[in-house]
């Protein structure tokens, strides 16, 4: 069996990327379906799910009054469940045994055994700005984000996720050794990177 | 566990009731607290005496507060950790973090050990802590410094076991851990008569005994988190990790602490009496947060899985219910507190002036506590759709910072007991009526909205 997981920046177009690399090659594609599966598992919808895996720390904690040490303020609730469940619906994926292309949730690092082909996907700020406001265009008038919040996001969700990785990996972030491959999307067209992306990973597995 | 998340989703049935089941459990738990609160109050106030109450509840519990409250919040910043360590299944990593947690907490309760030893008598002259409970304040706060790191330590295992999916374990030892605070405060006080230094000893034992319980049960689990002697030593990544997550929930703790320390200056300066009151009325008074602050918890918990549904429908519902539902559990709370209070004053202490005190502080404060369900409610709902942050902005400036104006400008003017309980229901009224205002402004509604990658 071949894994190929796809850690992103976000905003930089890993997960078109890896939708588009899973059609070529025919194989299976996991990426918000892990999320769907957890939600599924416990009646809870989707967006909930993927909110309660995204909120770190205090938000868990309760504003309280005259508040006393030994109270129970902390409650990781939802959040530190789901992220057990989130690990194993990964470990059941590559137990099915079949090719398959996994977007992001730290893959690379829950499956390690499985010796995956690792891609990290990156972009330039400009880039993955522009790709995010591209997308908030087709969102209704009143939801969408300005590209200060956007910016915002953007900063967020990528400190989260080096923090996540220094966590899980128990070394500071920006270790060269820990992907296959790098890539910078900025200034490709993502059919034709496929299709480059492609045929590196099938020479590399026939190495392997 | 399976079951545990299922009896969770709030995103069908009745709405008051979905909230009920989810608040009388919680309530439940902090409850049982508070009786020990009460107990413990029971204790001193009645068999030592008006200055111990006051040398034991008053400065020296804003230190606790402050300080320990402050450590204590950071605890749930390596649980997070933990929690990431343990899903990914690596047992020895797990390990390693566990020890890492372990070790930094008793590291730092060494050093705040340290600090409270030295510094009690200087935090407490600090505070205006009337002369004639001085002694007595300082020798509580320095035995109570003695237990230190074990209470940091016992709150990094409880939330360490709690966020690998434990909690039964952590609330059983707690409620032991109460029982035999009780139960030597009895011994201590009542029959060998050692008085505030035997409540300090007493706590600082029921916190060993807590600790030992739970580090026996992480030192004996068959999980990959058994903790091993050999793994407790600091590693920087981790440390670092723990510090980003949980600094900012410890400093939204002092935010509290801080006001309340100002409010107790204000406090000291109207005298032991009024110190020992002040202590007296806290006991009723944690019963209502207690309680609030549980429905708060169930309201975030409804609001976060119906606003993931698309259910704004009963979002809506869950403020409108959650609000009535809320006033009346405060106004009956209020109601049972009026009505009993003076007759558990008599039971509470033998001082008169404490008993009378106490009442009019309680006619200050009970009546009034509906005004602060608009803050309750809407902060949770706030929370639940993802905006955090503009709450706890609002309750700072409205609740703590207002206080602290309160004190150093009018009740400095006018120095009566009045004047320094009537910023409790006027803060609670004003950032009730912002909070409102924030939230029918709507612009927090994008705040929360979770921005789709690609």
Redesign the interface.
Do not use: M
């Given at each position: 069996m071949r894994i190929i997981t796809i850690s992103r920046q976000?905003?930089s177009?890993g997960?078109?990327l890896g939708k588009r690399l899973a059609d070529r090659l025919g194989w299976d594609y996991y990426d918000k379906e892990i999320i769907d599966t957890l939600a599924a598992e416990?009646?809870?919808?989707?967006?909930?799910?993927?909110?309660?895996l995204?909120n770190?720390?205090?938000?868990?904690?309760?504003?309280?009054?005259?508040?006393?040490?030994?109270?129970?303020?902390?409650?990781?609730?939802?959040?530190?469940?789901l992220?057990?469940r989130?690990?194993e619906v990964l470990?059941d994926i590559a137990a099915l045994g079949n090719d398959c292309i996994i977007i992001?949730r730290?893959a690379d690092?829950?499956l390690e055994d499985y010796h995956p082909f690792r891609i990290f996907v990156c972009a330039d700020l400009q880039a993955r700005l522009a790709?995010?406001m591209g997308?908030e265009a087709n969102r209704p008038q009143?939801?969408r984000?300005t590209e200060k919040?956007?910016l915002r996001?953007i900063r967020r969700?990528d400190w989260n996720r080096a923090?996540?990785r220094?966590?899980?990996t128990?070394?500071?972030s920006g270790d060269g050794s820990a992907f296959e491959l790098t890539v910078n999307t900025t200034g490709w067209d993502i059919k034709k990177l496929t299709e480059a992306l492609g045929d590196f990973a099938e020479k590399w597995f026939e190495e392997q | 566990m399976e079951q545990h998340l299922d009896r969770k989703n709030l995103t069908e049935g009745v709405v008051w009731k979905k909230l009920l089941i989810f608040f009388l459990p919680i309530a439940a738990g902090t409850c049982i607290q508070q009786l020990y609160n009460a107990v413990d109050g029971l204790i001193l106030g009645r068999f030592v005496g008006t200055s111990a109450l006051a040398a034991v509840g008053g400065s020296s519990a804003q230190i606790i507060n402050l300080l320990i409250g402050f450590f204590v919040a950071i605890t749930s910043g390596a649980s997070v950790v933990i929690a990431q360590v343990y899903g990914a299944n690596r047992a020895r990593d797990v390990q390693i973090a566990a020890g890492n947690a372990i070790a930094v907490f008793a590291l730092l309760g060494l050093l705040l050990m340290g600090f409270g030893l030295v510094l009690s008598p200087a935090m407490l002259r600090l505070l205006k802590t009337p002369a004639d409970t001085l002694e007595d304040a300082i020798l509580y706060l320095r035995i109570y410094f003695i237990g230190v790191p074990f209470i940091l330590v016992l709150n990094m295992e409880s939330n360490m076991l709690r966020s690998v999916g434990d909690s039964v374990s952590p609330f059983l030892y707690m409620v032991a851990g109460c029982v035999t605070n009780i139960l030597l405060d009895s011994l201590f006080v009542l029959v060998l008569g050692w008085g505030v230094a035997g409540v300090a000893v007493a706590t600082v034992a029921a916190q060993v005994l807590n600790m030992g319980m739970l580090t026996w049960r992480l030192m004996t689990t068959k999980e990959s988190y058994r903790l091993s002697l050999r793994e407790l030593r600091l590693k920087g990544v981790y440390l670092k990790n723990m510090l980003w997550l949980g600094v900012p929930a410890g400093l939204q703790s002092s935010m509290y602490a801080v006001s309340n320390m100002i409010i107790q200056v204000g406090v000291n300066s109207l005298g032991t009496v009024v110190v020992a009151s002040w202590v007296m009325t806290g006991k009723t008074d944690g019963i209502f947060w207690a309680v609030s602050n549980a429905l708060g918890a169930a309201i975030t918990s409804f609001v976060g899985q119906n606003r993931g549904a698309g259910r704004d429908d009963r979002v809506k519902l869950c403020v409108k219910q959650g609000m009535i539902l809320a006033t009346v559990i405060t106004l009956t709370l209020s109601g049972i507190i009026m009505l009993t209070g003076r007759p558990l004053l008599y039971i509470l202490t033998k001082d008169q002036a404490v008993r009378d005190t106490t009442w009019l502080m309680m006619i200050y404060f009970v009546p009034y506590y509906f005004t602060w369900v608009v803050i309750e409610v809407l902060s949770g709902v706030l929370r639940g759709c993802g905006d955090a942050v503009r709450p706890v902005i609002i309750i700072g400036l409205g609740i703590c910072l207002l206080r602290i104006v309160w004190i150093v400008t009018l009740f400095a003017q006018i120095h009566t007991l009045f004047a320094l309980c009537l910023c409790y229901p006027v803060s609670w009224t004003l950032t009730s009526a912002a909070m409102l205002v924030y939230y029918r402004k709507g612009s927090w509604k994008n705040r929360g909205s979770v921005i789709v990658d690609h």
């Open positions: 976000f905003g177009g997960r078109e416990h009646g809870l919808d989707p967006e909930y799910v993927k909110r309660a995204a770190h720390g205090w938000h868990n904690v309760q504003l309280t009054y005259r508040n006393s040490f030994s109270h129970l303020l902390y409650d990781p609730g939802h959040s530190a469940q992220l057990q989130e690990r470990r992001g730290d690092l829950i790709r995010c997308h009143e939801e984000l919040q956007i996001n969700i923090n996540t220094e966590i899980l128990g070394k500071a | -």
